[in-house]
Structures are given as structure tokens and as C-alpha cells.
């Protein structure tokens, strides 16, 4: 069984209060799972779209799961969760989205992984 676990980085030497993005896919696993570790000091509120190509291969929203993550001097706290969904050989994607965590409307930065199958 191969598991693949790719990252999404969300902060550059610019922009230090983002944090990283995990992909994890195994080849017989039925689902797709997700991870947002923020980086010190850091509030987020996160939002992960599973991807896919349509007809016209523009990317369509297939799933959308989103919480709060955070890590302070007291408490360390990702945000994980699960895609479940069937494996049919079809092409994916997960888009990142990070918002303000006391303004789930303030956008702050998105990002993608790379393609998949699953």
C-alpha cells in the first residue's frame, strides 16, 4: 500500500503567520485526508475545497470542509478532517483557503496542491 503526504505551504519570508497544508491518499483507501498545521502564533480559520476537472476541464467544487486551527503558548490545535469519497481514477485537487479566524469573510491567502488521482 503506497500512501502519498504532500504539502501545501501557506506562509513565505514575507507573510510568516500562515502555515502548511497536508494531503495524505493511499492507494486503497477511500477517502483523502487533510491537514492544517499553523504556524506559531497563528489563528486561522480554514477552508479545504476537493477539486475536480468538469466536462469543459474547469476545476468544479465537489466538497467543501472548513475549521479553526491554532497554536499560542497554550494550546497547539490543526484542523483535521476527511473527504470521503469512492475511488474511480478521476483527477483531483484540494484548494486551500485561509480567512481571518474572528472574520471568516476576510480572505487572507490560497493555495493548491498539485493534481491526484483517486
Known sequence: MA???????LKTPDFQY????????????????????PAWQCATYVKFVLQRP???EAWTDVAVKSGES???F????????RFNIAR????????VEMYDVWNHADHIQTAYSNMFIH
Open 3 to 9: 500512501i502519498t503526504k504532500t504539502a501545501i505551504e
Open 18 to 37: 500562515g502555515g502548511t497544508a497536508y494531503v495524505t491518499t493511499a492507494e486503497d483507501a477511500s477517502g483523502i485526508n487533510v491537514t492544517f498545521e
Open 54 to 56: 468538469n466536462a469543459s
Open 70 to 72: 491554532w497554536y499560542d
Open 74 to 81: 497554550l494550546e497547539y490545535h490543526p484542523f483535521n478532517t
Open 88 to 95: 474511480s481514477n478521476t483527477t483531483y485537487r484540494i484548494r
